[in-house]
């Protein structure tokens, strides 16, 4: 630094700059020092060492470049670095769940898990699969499929093509807010209304019926994006031809988002299939193969891990963390297969 | 209309020399033959009885009544589809509140101050005091924590992150969202439980004195505590807020950072001056949308936190509740009051979720307005 604040500036119309290695000899620095640190004692832990590396290092940057940049490129700096800190405060968490998950889920992840149920198996017992909360999943989120990607797509064509005025502006804003809903508060609604109210028992449709409301503002503003695209030119030369208004849409305007909105129901199925909350109330859960999903209780995915982490021996949490590593696969591919789709379709589009 | 005229959008009769060698065309009297089609960018002379002002919104297609069949039934479904969406959130406020009048009518305890939950007891008693408190420490804290680091990513994709990486990084912070919350439940159960032990025992020796920070001993136990709760919603709800902040980063307009540049403004200076003030309604509304998504978390919730009904402010020791958290604990074992406390604890989670929803959405509003008129 002495060095650097003796020569004179090149030039008086640019201000003086750290010198480019400047970083790279502060986190030297810092390691250093952390590392003495950790030897005599305050660092002693890998997370210590390393959040003293860090506040070295920003203490240490602010320092050097206050002295010879001043203040304003002081602050741009230390704003920059903490930027970059809250980047890879945010990726440790994602890192941390997915390493876990695949550690602790492939010691039960073997076929007699997706082959068997837990029917006579006790807590303490080892063995046992999640073949029953599998079948309960698929089922439950294709009946949800079923109802709420119809009717989110017709929501979706009134607000483009027909909705105008506050009656839109309504549906609009109930959509967003229907985005929000708790999911525990759909399971609730569906509890009061289906089985309660309607004196229906606890079954895996009811649980379909409350996945299908969390699904369809998902459908509704994913399918809503895309219709809106689409561009006018389509829809007046469709017209121009005298096609007619509900052709133009079928034929027309939904084959043309249709990728957009495949993505957007994959988007929302991996959403709903994570659900747990409101399967708990409306499915009650059994350990048992229920095929049916109109009668009597059944399983799911995310229910199967609630139910066995909780309980207090290591094969359940064993069970619990391969039904998570499940679960988690299978809402990633999905995910990914949407981002797939989409990136196709923009490479097919832009050409 | 600047565009170059088009003699199916425009009705007015073309000036002479439009399209040389072609005859002036004639406006036939009455409706055209292409009857409804009619851009929006046009405005119809409005004759007192066509539907002259619902052609003039903007930017779509828009129609009158069609008399085909198939349109007609084609507007039917979508506009009862619309209104089935309404019909959905009025039916759940409905039968919220039906099915939990008789258990409020039981209850013996004031539900809004009673801080315990015994409705299966005789005479049943049960209050949501403890429940909302927990409910409201937990988001507060997770907000706190969220916010800043979610601001800072957003920022760090919009306006640090190369640009041929920051897509892609962006889809891992989506990653995050995209993790279901039982797997968070199990993660801050096992695994983060027992590393917050630590950071709660610094907390606790350096700022205990600011009570909130601190265990009932001073000395611990700690974990499985209001803090463990808050710090994994934290993490569930930061990519929801990352993103849509880093949406409306990316709207700022190119013309105000390259002035801000040229005036010889650093990066921050940069973002301090032109990207944070544009983007600050979206930074608070999703702020709101991300509260009441940790409001309404369930299932993570009542996984990491050892159930308590007391409104205690040590929020490193083991204990707290949250009504979302509480439903599922309670569940399995309520009878029929049990149930309907419950779904009444469930309609209070509901109005204030709709609040908070609301509430977002009147500031994205309010600032989709602005702008609109700014630009």
Same mark, same amino acid.
């Given at each position: 630094m002495s060095t650097a604040t003796a020569l004179p500036p090149p030039s008086t119309l640019v201000g003086r700059k750290l010198p480019r290695w400047t970083p790279a000899a502060l986190v030297a620095g810092a390691l250093a020092i952390a590392g003495v640190l950790a030897v005599l004692g305050p660092a002693d832990s890998i997370e210590g060492f390393v959040l003293w590396t860090g506040s070295l290092f920003l203490i240490g940057q602010t320092v050097a470049s206050f002295a010879v940049e001043g203040g304003?490129?002081?602050?741009?700096?230390?704003?920059?670095?903490?930027?970059?800190?809250?980047?890879?405060?945010?990726?440790?968490?994602?890192?941390?769940?997915?390493?876990?998950?695949?550690?602790?889920?492939?010691?039960?992840?073997?076929?007699?898990?997706?082959?068997?149920?837990?029917?006579?198996?006790?807590?303490?017992?080892?063995?046992?699969?999640?073949?029953?909360?599998?079948?309960?999943?698929?089922?439950?989120?294709?009946?949800?499929?079923?109802?709420?990607?119809?009717?989110?797509?017709?929501?979706?064509?009134?607000?483009?093509?027909?909705?105008?005025?506050?009656?839109?502006?309504t549906v609009s804003t109930f959509v967003d807010v229907m985005t929000g809903l708790p999911s525990i508060v759909a399971g609730l609604f569906i509890l009061s209304f289906w089985i309660l109210a309607l004196g229906q028992g606890y079954s895996g449709f009811a649980g379909a019926l409350a996945l299908a409301i969390l699904m369809l503002p998902i459908v509704v503003r994913s399918t809503e994006e895309m219709l809106r695209l689409v561009p006018d030119a389509l829809r007046e030369a469709s017209y121009a031809l005298g096609v007619p208004r509900w052709k133009t849409i079928v034929r027309i305007v939904i084959p043309t988002a249709l990728p957009g909105i495949v993505t957007g129901v994959m988007l929302g199925v991996a959403r709903v299939a994570g659900e747990t909350a409101p399967v708990l109330l409306v499915t009650f859960g059994t350990n048992s193969i229920n095929t049916d999903p109109f009668s009597g209780p059944q399983s799911s995915l995310p229910l199967f891990v609630y139910q066995q982490a909780g309980l207090p021996n290591q094969v359940a949490i064993d069970r619990a963390w391969t039904g998570a590593l499940t679960l988690i696969l299978f809402v990633m591919l999905l995910n990914l297969a949407a981002r797939l789709v989409t990136y196709f379709w923009r490479a097919r589009m832009g050409r | 209309m600047s565009t170059p005229r088009d003699p199916t959008r425009d009705r007015t009769p073309a000036p002479e020399g439009t399209y040389p060698g072609v005859p002036v065309h004639e406006e036939p009297e009455g409706p055209p033959p292409w009857d409804r089609v009619v851009s929006a960018t046009d405005r119809m002379p409005s004759t007192g009885e066509g539907p002259g002002d619902e052609f003039s919104r903007g930017g779509r297609l828009t129609g009158g009544k069609s008399t085909r069949f198939g349109d007609r039934l084609f507007r039917g479904m979508s506009v009862g589809s619309a209104a089935?969406?309404?019909?959905?959130?009025?039916?759940?406020?409905?039968?919220?509140?039906?099915?939990?009048?008789?258990?409020?009518?039981?209850?013996?305890?004031? *539900?809004?101050?009673?801080?315990?939950? *015994?409705?299966?007891?005789?005479?049943?008693?049960?209050?949501? #005091?403890?429940?909302?408190?927990?409910?409201?420490?937990?988001?507060?804290?997770?907000?706190?924590?969220?916010?800043?680091?979610?601001?800072?990513?957003?920022?760090?994709?919009?306006?640090?992150?190369?640009?041929?990486?920051?897509?892609?990084?962006?889809?891992?912070? &989506?990653?995050?969202?995209?993790?279901?919350?039982?797997?968070?439940?199990?993660?801050?159960?096992?695994?983060?439980?027992?590393?917050?032990? &630590?950071?709660?025992?610094?907390?606790?020796k350096y700022f205990g004195w600011t009570v909130i920070l601190s265990s009932n001993s001073g000395v611990g136990p700690y974990g499985r505590s209001i803090l463990l709760a808050s710090v994994v919603l934290a993490i569930m709800i930061l990519p929801i807020v990352a993103a849509i902040s880093r949406e409306v980063f990316l709207q700022v307009p190119t013309d105000h950072k390259e002035a801000a540049l040229a005036l010889g403004a650093t990066r921050w200076e940069m973002v301090r001056t032109a990207v944070l003030p544009y983007g600050r309604p979206g930074v608070i509304s999703a702020t709101m949308l991300g509260l009441g998504r940790a409001l309404g978390e369930t299932i993570?919730?009542?996984?990491?936190?050892?159930?308590?009904?007391?409104? &205690?402010?040590? *929020?490193?020791?083991?204990?707290?509740?949250?009504?979302? #958290?509480?439903?599922?604990?309670?569940? #399995?074992?309520?009878? &029929?009051?049990?149930?309907?406390?419950?779904?009444?604890?469930?309609?209070?989670?509901?109005?204030?979720?709709?609040?908070?929803?609301?509430?977002?959405?009147?500031?994205?509003?309010?600032?989709?307005?602005?702008?609109?008129?700014?630009?």
């Open positions: 304003r490129h002081a602050r741009d700096r230390l704003v920059t670095s903490l930027i970059y800190t809250s980047f890879v405060i945010t990726v440790i968490p994602l890192v941390s769940v997915l390493i876990l998950t695949i550690k602790n889920g492939m010691a039960r992840f073997d076929s007699s898990f997706f082959s068997s149920s837990l029917r006579n198996i006790a807590a303490t017992n080892a063995g046992g699969g999640a073949y029953h909360a599998l079948v309960g999943t698929i089922e439950q989120v294709l009946i949800a499929t079923a109802f709420a990607v119809p009717v989110g797509i017709f929501v979706a064509i009134y607000l483009v093509e027909f909705g105008t005025g506050g009656f839109a502006r | 089935f969406v309404l019909v959905i959130m009025a039916a759940i406020a409905v039968f919220l509140i039906w099915k939990a009048i008789p258990a409020l009518n039981a209850n013996e305890a004031n *539900f809004f101050s009673y801080e315990q939950w *015994f409705p299966n007891g005789t005479p049943p008693m049960f209050g949501i #005091a403890a429940l909302a408190f927990g409910t409201v420490a937990t988001s507060i804290l997770a907000i706190i924590i969220a916010v800043p680091i979610a601001v800072g990513v957003a920022l760090f994709i919009s306006n640090y992150a190369p640009i041929r990486v920051a897509q892609g990084l962006g889809y891992i912070v &989506d990653l995050l969202a995209a993790v279901p919350s039982v797997v968070y439940g199990l993660w801050g159960y096992i695994y983060l439980n027992d590393h917050i032990k &630590d950071t709660s025992a610094f907390l606790d993570a919730v009542a996984m990491v936190l050892s159930a308590t009904f007391t409104i &205690d402010w040590h *929020f490193l020791s083991p204990g707290g509740n949250t009504i979302a #958290a509480n439903i599922a604990n309670q569940f #399995a074992e309520a009878n &029929d009051t049990g149930r309907g406390a419950l779904i009444a604890s469930g309609l209070v989670l509901f109005v204030i979720t709709l609040i908070v929803n609301f509430a977002a959405r009147w500031i994205i509003a309010r600032r989709k307005e602005f702008s609109g008129a700014a630009s």
